[in-house]
């Protein structure tokens, strides 16, 4: 079986397999206890929140323990709404619908004022439009764009947004889901107000994530009903996945260099294996830059490429389409629509992890040729 699935979800690091099962063993009490079992818990806790904020630069109080990124993302929005009586929304069509749908949420519930920036081609935003709205609003504002795009792998230029918003005095959150645990981000250089996280995209477990905060913001929190996290989120902490998170972390930053050439080196491999089928064209131009794990790809429609991926999963390859929930089909995302690719277009996103091999990749070339039977003749 092989697995090319890594932006929907990644294998859990063995060692991180470790850190939760001996953290089940020996840290089972409630971490709020005051006594010993409860004290060994917070230890744990305590020292994974340490762990986290060294490694992305931020301090520990601004690190809140959350179920994932769509979590993540939902208290970022409405805590800022709320903390800071934003009127105004910022973002772009190609966000994920856990940014999304709050935000359509909360611009429907509250007469927020909701704008779209416009996309290039490649779903990129233009930063001389965000300025010039930025420039004319005088109301308090929220901008929310991701660092990496989840299905074509587009990376937004985070430090420019970063530094337009922090010099309007703007709100900024940034989904950064697809990016931590791949890059080293210094969240002492880079001005963000939120941003989200999800550790089973980088060989954590699922079901688990954090918010950054940045200290100057002070918001509510959203989930109410008992004083953990700082009273920011409330909940018995899951120590055992955070443990597992904070464990599968370190473990990307001890070799992050070496792993994004090796990843970077099979994306180019499959990118250059790719050429031999005749019209297959690239979203976002993923085969030039963006995001080293993700590969995003339109085959032509002919007869051989319906139900595509299907047809790879019976060969034990996995792939995507457009976003995991849309896997399975060939209706294009909201993301591919936005890029104007054409609804019938079958579309796969390869992504790719440490754990991946070019024999990997030459078995997928062999067994895309068997289902398009549509090689270039030269
Ligand atoms: N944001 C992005 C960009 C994602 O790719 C995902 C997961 O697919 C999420 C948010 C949701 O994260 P989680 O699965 O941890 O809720």
Known sequence: ??????????????EVVE???????????????????GRTAKVVLEEARNIISELIHASPSEIVFTSGGTEANNMALWGCVHSYNIQHIITSRTE????????????????????????????QIALSE???????????????LMHANNETGLLLPLKDVSALCAKHNTFFHTDMVQTIGKFHINFKHIPVSFASCS????????????????????????????????????GTENVYLIAGMAKAIELCHNNMEETQKY???????????????????????????????ILSINFPELPQTE??????????????????????????SHVLQQLNVKPDTPSLRISFSKYNTKNEINKFIEVL??????????
């Open 19 to 37: 850190e939760i099962n001996n953290t089940m063993s020996h840290a089972f009490g409630n971490p709020s206890s005051i006594h010993s079992f």
């Open 263 to 293: 990843i970077t080196v099979l994306k180019n491999y499959t990118t250059e294996k790719l050429k031999e089928f005749e019209g297959v064209t690239y979203n976002a131009s993923s085969d030039k830059g963006g995001l080293h794990t």
């Open 199 to 234: 550790a089973h995209k980088f060989h954590g477990p699922k079901g688990i994530g954090f918010l950054y905060i940045n200290e100057k913001n002070k918001i509510k929190p959203y989930i109410l009903g008992g004083s953990q996290e700082r009273n920011m989120r409330a």
């Open 1 to 14: 079986m092989i697995y090319f699935d890594n932006a929907a979800s990644t294998p859990l690091f063995p």
């Open 307 to 332: 139900m595509l991926i299907q047809q790879l999963d019976i060969e034990g390859i996995a792939v995507s389409g457009g976003s995991a929930c849309a896997s399975g089909s060939f209706h294009s």
């Open 96 to 123: 994920h619908p856990a940014v999304l749908k709050p935000i359509d949420d909360i611009c429907k519930t509250l007469g927020v004022k909701l704008s779209f920036l416009s996309t290039d081609k490649n779903g």
């Open 369 to 378: 040729r068997k289902i398009v039977h549509h090689e270039k003749k030269n």
């Open 130 to 144: 965000l300025e010039n709205i930025l420039e004319n609003e005088n109301e308090p504002t929220l901008v929310s």
